[in-house]
């Protein structure tokens, strides 16, 4: 990881234990079922995204001493949990921005596979410090695109003491899926998009597919 991506990841990893267990408060929304002749029940996206929060969080202190042992067990946990539950495509595409419309379908391809994985090692070190932080759905809003939810949330018991967090959300074939986490009003979208983009002015698309392919093999 270059400097200014270590910059961008340490300024939403801040509240270390709280980006963390934000994410995790995304799976059972997902499963809800998203229809094109009806609103979302705001009611039920919230208690699914509370409910599946509190569950997903037991079962990794469940599984605490495995993960201390194994880092890959966590990993595994996040592939399985969360990955699928997030539209890495739409993530893409909003990250990379104007770069997205010039891209090779096979530099699509590729930037979305070590993009995704890239996520998945951005959470997985907090996963693993998870403490008494507490998750508190509070309300959904619509979003910018006629298609989006806006989910929001509270997270409290952490060093920061109370931490407003929104998940941007859009429906994929029928269920609502995360594309970007909004943590104290920072963007995860927007401050990728900036280091994303100096990385390519410089030295190109290829280039940065190759050092986030490096840093997630490494």
């Known amino acids: 990881m270059n400097r200014s991506q270590l910059a961008i990841a340490q300024m939403f990893l801040r509240a270390h234990l709280i980006a963390a267990a934000l994410f995790l408060g995304l799976t059972a929304l997902l ?19 509370q409910q599946t929060a509190d569950s997903v969080i037991h079962e990794i202190a469940a599984q605490q001493a495995q993960v201390n042992k194994d880092p890959g067990a966590l990993l595994d946990i996040v592939k399985k949990k969360l990955l699928p539950q997030v539209d890495t495509d739409r993530m893409s595409r909003l990250v990379l921005g104007r770069y997205w419309r010039t891209a090779s379908a096979a530099q699509k391809t590729a930037f979305t596979d070590q993009f995704a994985q890239l996520l998945v090692r951005t959470y997985a070190g907090p996963l ?8 508190t759905v509070t309300g959904t809003k619509p979003g910018a695109d ?5 989910v929001q949330s509270v997270v409290s018991g952490g060093d920061m003491g109370s931490v407003p967090v929104d998940y941007r959300m859009a429906p994929v074939d029928g269920q609502w899926k995360a594309f970007d986490v909004v943590i104290d009003g920072i963007s995860l979208i927007n401050n ?3 280091s994303f983009a100096q990385a390519i002015q410089q030295k190109g698309l290829d280039s940065l597919i190759q050092t986030m392919k490096s840093q997630n093999n490494g």
Do not use: C, F, W
Request: proline share 9%.
């Open 192 to 194: 990728y998009r900036g």
């Open 146 to 150: 006629s298609d989006e939810l806006v």
């Open 128 to 135: 693993s410090k998870l403490g008494n932080q507490k998750i």
């Open 31 to 49: 499963i809800t079922p998203a229809h094109a002749d009806a609103p979302p029940s705001a009611a039920a996206a919230m208690n699914a995204v």
